[in-house]
């Protein structure tokens, strides 16, 4: 299977996108210039973008794109089992 690749965000100066390889369950992320070609191994890891404060208006959008993502991606289904699992952490032992 080949590489996913999802855009966050872009504008004029560029686009921030995530590439996820599902072999190696590696995520990666970066702001790539219009033209320029880049190699997503040397990317930053999904730990280091969303450690970073926003730089500027489209890094803050990527953040929330990428939060938006994860949410549709988890989805009501994820937050039943959450919601069961701390149910069962509640009950007396």
Do not use: C
């Amino acid at each position: 299977m080949s590489a996913l690749i999802y855009h966050l965000t872009e504008d004029s100066d560029g686009a921030w996108m995530i590439v996820f390889e599902p072999e190696t369950l590696h995520l990666y992320i970066e702001f790539v210039r219009p033209g320029r070609t880049t190699n997503p191994a040397r990317w930053m890891t999904i730990d280091d973008f969303l450690a970073r404060r926003p730089r500027n208006p489209a890094h803050g959008r990527a953040i929330d794109s990428l939060v938006a993502l994860l949410r549709r991606a988890l989805g009501r289904e994820s937050q039943v089992r959450l919601d069961h699992l701390q149910n069962l952490e509640r009950r007396p032992k």
